[in-house]
């Protein structure tokens, strides 16, 4: 395993334009943090542990060995949910225990899971962790030094019994595609998928239907998207994050 | 003090997206700065530097030392409205004499102030001060060269004469928080909040409240803020930049 | 000729927020390219190379020697549309052929154009081509090495009859400010603009003008956009991308 990270990918849902991601990025300089810093995604749905879960699993083969993943999804802010660090020989994960790490520790077989304790951080009234704690957490494990903290099961992580797949919408990018929770690993191009009252035929990509013309795709991160050519396909089906697909004519 | 800084903040009402960042720091790095550049804000509130000046003021104790502040919320750009540079024994700020940089110079005792003058850049048709008159100002700086100017007094600034606090909403995040102008400091819990003809009640932080329940608490950097907990306070009470709040039952 | 890019400049349909730009940043990284990366602009009109070919142009002025600009506006992605690299003595260019560039080639007197072809890349079911091709082409540029690929005749590329100028909105920002593709030299400040059934008259800057009033002005990058001071002007004309302006009373 490298010893320290050489990348540091934020994922969270902070949005953008606001000072969030701009303040935890001047809080890693202050802690001396020389590693690149990247916004990997910062529209992951708001509030939705769950739902963001997913998408971070699906970005894991594209990212470089030695990335740290500071993930934050956080709506049980300043509650006593515990904050973990997850490592194993390619990866390290920060974020809360609220399932936003469950997926990546089920899809990676061999981790090493702790809680993360800084006891100079104040519990209460934190409403910032990404600043203030996960921050601070990262420029330790950027810096090669132990982080505090004791050794969690992996039984033991909110979202540890969480299916293989979603059948919803977990993302909305901003073209209007629609992400979902499905694997597109095995999938025969003759299934339709059923998603916002309509069935959906399979294209191999955009440029192989007419405009405006619905259809469903393994996605380039592997998951099946539900999109239209050239035009807003979660608008014209109503989706939403949540909305249930299936399988089926 | 630092000789030079060792970050660079953009404080912005550029929106994302848009090319305006981009060219600004494609002008810093064609000026050789090698310093850090993050994106602290950029939706601070568009046209409106007594808003943005409130918000500025309110991310100074989370900086690092040394951090220089490009602060461009101008919608006076062109005109013959100075442009300053504000130095003290740990931050450069640049900026519009607009009132943008009145709360920081209120807040730090012993400023130095002085207008910015570049002859070279032709004060007609400048529509883009950012790209064109402060990034290359911010380079002066950045490589402790002098900044040809005259010197100011504080008392002459735009916005010198306003208030400590503004009960006012100054600023709307993605998540729908609103963020007063009103200082948290020394409040007591007991205490409501009235904004958008509704009576708020304090909460610690989101996750001490049920989901929906709309509340008031002192935010990350020491403001007052309106919140919902998993719910979009902004649009549930109708407030908007400039939206009165006050104390009471 | 600079041997190497000393920054790359991502113009991009991406949106902000979503992981795109992100996951390219990281291949960039995994390709161990040590430029600086900046998003020069992440909102370019989407599915639409035509305009967005008029608006990349109109950046060259203001952009470092040795940029490298990865430009992805590219709603083909998939089909066989061929890659191209474009270099002068002054700039790199790696971009769909379908009319991305055009314009850019067409403004650079002495340019090589060829073919990008990355036989390691599949061709089929690609649809994240900024990541999985450009990004990869991109790191061979930066590092000063070959891009496999054949010489390419100028007047084959897509858009090589695309008119000078553009009457035409090419752009809204996030201020609401429409950008057309007509260029702003030698004209008359006489001049009015016709654009969303109003006559617009001409002004030097915004704030030269009282609030909410309408005009055109030659913009920082030396286009005509049509502008309200501190208020919305596409909204208020109902101007969108595509939207005809015409010269006249």
Chains 1, 2, 3 share one sequence.
């Not at 395993?1 to 050489?6: H, L, S, V």
Request: contains cysteine.
């Amino acid at each position: 395993m490298q010893k320290r990270p050489e990348l540091i990918a934020l994922f969270t849902d902070f949005g953008v334009g606001s000072h969030y991601l701009g303040q935890l990025k001047a809080r890693l300089i202050a802690e001396r943090v020389t590693q690149p810093v990247i916004d990997l995604c910062s529209d992951a749905p708001a509030f939705n542990p769950r739902a963001s879960a997913y998408l971070l699993e699906s970005f894991l083969p594209y990212m470089p060995p030695a990335s740290l993943f500071v993930s934050v999804v956080d709506p049980g802010v300043g509650s006593d949910r515990r904050a973990l660090l997850v490592k194993d020989d390619r990866f390290w994960f920060l974020g809360p225990d609220n399932g936003l790490l469950a997926r990546v520790v089920a899809r990676r077989k061999a981790v090493e899971i702790q809680t993360v304790e800084l006891p100079e951080v104040t519990a209460r009234s934190r409403t910032f962790d990404g600043r203030d704690f996960f921050a601070p957490a990262a420029a330790l494990v950027c810096q090669g030094r132990p982080v505090p903290g004791q050794p969690v099961f992996r039984d033991s992580l909110v979202g540890a019994d969480w299916p293989e797949e979603l059948a919803e919408v977990i993302y909305l990018d901003s073209y209007g595609n629609a992400v979902t929770g499905l694997s597109g690993r095995g999938l025969s191009d003759d299934l339709c998928l059923r998603a916002g009252g309509r069935t959906l035929p399979h294209a191999e990509t955009f440029s192989s239907v007419s405009p405006g013309t619905l259809f469903w795709y393994v996605n380039a991160n592997g998951l099946v998207e539900i999109a239209a050519s050239r035009a807003n396909a979660a608008k014209q089906l109503g989706l939403t994050i949540g909305t249930s697909v299936a399988w089926g004519d």
